[in-house]
């Protein structure tokens, strides 16, 4: 009898995660629209975040940001070359630091490893390569796409 309730209880436990590890990136769309939250990305590959956001990023590679309002506190630590692209960009060849971001609308997307992205506010993230995130109590695996 204990053994067939052990079974019955592992066979409970596996059913449960197989549902919650593999949950699609549009369950994390807030049904309202808007939502604020924090949001954690790491991993390798292109990290994107977009909107009304406050991002802390740690990584190697080129870092690219867009200040669409012209509003945005961009303060950037570490190693790299520093180019005014215009029209509100800056990209950071050979980054390897981090990054304190805070704008109304803005965009930031970084391509290399080592990627550690921690964003509060609106907006949206897109991911591309290998590795995790998590917003709130859902976790995934890169790729991915949502909002936070």
Same mark, same amino acid.
């Given at each position: 009898?204990?053994?067939?309730? *052990?079974?019955?209880? +592992? +066979? %409970?436990?596996?059913? *449960? %995660? ?5 949950? &699609?990136?549009?369950? %994390?769309? &807030? ?11 790491? @991993?390798?590959?292109? !990290? ?19 200040? =669409? !309002? ?22 950071? +060849? /050979?980054?390897? /630091?981090?990054?304190? +971001? ?15 992205? =921690? ?5 949206? $993230?897109?991911?591309? @390569? ?7 109590? $859902? *976790? @995934?695996?890169? &790729? !991915?796409?949502?909002? *936070?």
């Amino acid at each position: 009898m204990k053994t067939k309730m *052990f079974v019955v209880s +592992i +066979i %409970l436990v596996l059913a *449960f %995660l197989a549902t919650t590890a593999f949950t &699609p990136a549009a369950f %994390l769309q &807030p049904v309202a629209g808007k939502e604020t939250s924090a949001f954690i990305a790491t @991993g390798d590959g292109v !990290a994107d975040v977009r909107g009304n956001l406050q991002l802390r990023a740690r990584g190697s590679g080129v870092l690219w940001v867009h200040d =669409e !309002a012209g509003d945005a506190s961009i303060i950037v630590t570490g190693k790299g070359k520093k180019i005014d692209l215009g029209n509100g960009w800056t990209e950071f +060849i /050979g980054y390897n /630091g981090e990054a304190a +971001i805070k704008g109304s609308k803005v965009t930031v997307s970084l391509n290399g490893v080592n990627i550690r992205f =921690e964003v509060s506010g609106t907006g949206g $993230f897109i991911l591309r @390569g290998r590795g995790s995130y998590h917003k709130s109590r $859902f *976790f @995934g695996s890169w &790729p !991915a796409t949502g909002k *936070f």
